[in-house]
């Protein structure tokens, strides 16, 4: 596997970005001075550690239904293709070997589902009631794992899309045939799936002194595969160099992903008791799943309004604005805010301010521009920044070295970092101090 090939599979895992200068620099054409020494100095981070990382280099990916497959296939003596990582093959294969107990899939309920005596009997279902019993709670558990493997690979794809946008899009042949936009693609994805740290300061610019050189090869180039690049960085500079029927299809793209996720955060807010106001939750509460959504919605949200502004077609959303969707935020560092100083941050007054983003887009609520400007003003945000306008991001970031983090907190080496993720520091639940020779603690 070349450069190129290993730039390629980055794209849907998490690298550090000093990982993937090693292989743009191994990767890119007839290097220029300027662009070795720029890349060459973020790539030399590489080694610290000698490449050594407590961190995954992943995303975490769902386990799929092969060992409930083979049990299945076990107990039912049943053949069939199943694709065990497909939830829908999964499902099918579930229906397969439950035809000869009458068992169907939208019915799964233990106590309220199964057939009883008569009703096996009619349906020519000769097991006992113990053997039947077991092979309907047999199905039912494997049903319920490709709910469970959908749900957490629809997470994944939602996780991938704040972070890197529609670079799953992106076939491997593609990818190759533009050296220079696949290296930039490649590394601001990666400076873009940094994870966050626990401060008071927002968060870093993905857009540093390497991405820039690739990003002027690009500019440079007559060839280059500007689509290519929008579909992970769809920003003002990148969009102008679209055809009109180029920036139709990402429209249409980030118009049907702002939709769909606007939809499964109604989901899970309906299902949620958070304080619209502060958005802070208590402990035990899952704010990881609200927060991966949140975040995916506001990307599509801004990039469907970024494409809108590049296509002249703004005004289409004039009578029916949705807003953005706030993260939710623990209580600790929401009470370091305070002692520090500052507060819940200005955006949660307008977000509380203004109807929920998914009844907007559903039409049971109407606001318009006007609407979202006055909320803004009102409580002292500039409307052009990320609400009713294209993110700018006008300053190149310095790049430091990817931090070693235990729960978003940052610590001096990955030895160190593992020794406090085993102990469960900064996790907000007990420390288990026999980590560090001693006890369990009790609070």
Avoid at 235 to 255: C, D, K, P
Avoid at 261 to 290: C, E, F, N, P, Q
Avoid at 378 to 384: M, Q
């Amino acid at each position: 596997m070349d450069a190129l090939d290993r730039l390629y599979r980055s794209l849907d895992a998490r690298p550090r970005p000093e990982e993937v200068a090693v292989l743009v620099l191994e990767a890119l054409p007839n290097p220029t001075r300027r662009e070795r020494v720029v890349i060459g100095g973020v790539a030399a981070h590489a080694s610290r550690w000698h490449g050594f990382s407590g961190m995954s280099d992943d995303y975490a990916r769902p386990v799929g239904a092969a060992r409930q497959v083979a049990a299945t296939r076990r107990l039912f003596a049943v053949d069939g293709d199943v694709d065990a990582e497909d939830p829908v093959s999964v499902l099918e294969f579930a229906a397969l070997a439950g035809a000869g107990i009458g068992w169907d899939p939208s019915r799964t309920d233990f106590l309220a589902d199964r057939l009883n005596r008569e009703a096996r009997a009619s349906a020519g279902v000769e097991l006992s009631k113990r053997q039947y019993n077991r092979r309907f709670r047999m199905l039912r558990r494997l049903s319920a794992k490709a709910d469970r493997l959908g749900r957490a690979q629809e997470l994944r794809r939602a996780t991938l899309l704040a972070s890197a946008g529609f670079v799953g899009a992106i076939d491997r042949d593609r990818f190759r045939a533009d050296v220079g936009a696949a290296c930039f693609v490649a590394y601001f994805t990666a400076r873009r799936k940094l994870r966050r740290e626990f401060s008071l300061a927002g968060r870093e610019n993905p857009f540093d002194q390497v991405a820039d050189v690739l990003f002027a090869r690009c500019r440079a180039s007559t060839g280059t595969d500007w689509e290519m690049i929008a579909l992970a960085h769809p920003a003002w500079n990148v969009l102008r160099h679209l055809t009109a029927e180029q920036l139709g299809s990402l429209l249409g793209r980030w118009s049907a992903a702002t939709r769909a996720l606007a939809s499964v955060l109604g989901d899970l807010w309906r299902g949620s008791d958070v304080d619209r106001t502060t958005m802070i939750v208590r402990s035990g509460v899952d704010s990881s799943t609200w927060n991966a959504y949140a975040g995916a919605y506001n990307t599509a949200r801004t990039a469907w309004i970024t494409c809108l502004h590049a296509a002249g077609l703004t005004s289409l959303l004039d009578t029916a604005w949705p807003g953005k969707a706030m993260r939710v935020m623990a209580a600790d560092l929401a009470w370091w805010h305070r002692e520090t100083g500052g507060g819940l941050h200005p955006d949660t007054a307008v977000w509380a301010a203004l109807p929920l983003p998914w009844e907007v887009l559903d039409g049971v609520a109407t606001c318009t521009r006007q609407d979202v400007e006055a909320a803004c003003r009102a409580h002292g945000v500039d409307p052009a920044r990320s609400w009713t306008a294209p993110r700018k991001h006008t300053l190149i970031a310095r790049f430091r070295p990817t931090p070693e983090l235990v729960h978003g907190v940052a610590v001096s080496d990955p030895l160190w970092a593992m020794a406090l993720r085993g102990a469960r520091v900064f996790s907000g639940k007990p420390v288990r101090t026999s980590e560090f020779g001693g006890q369990d603690a009790s609070g």
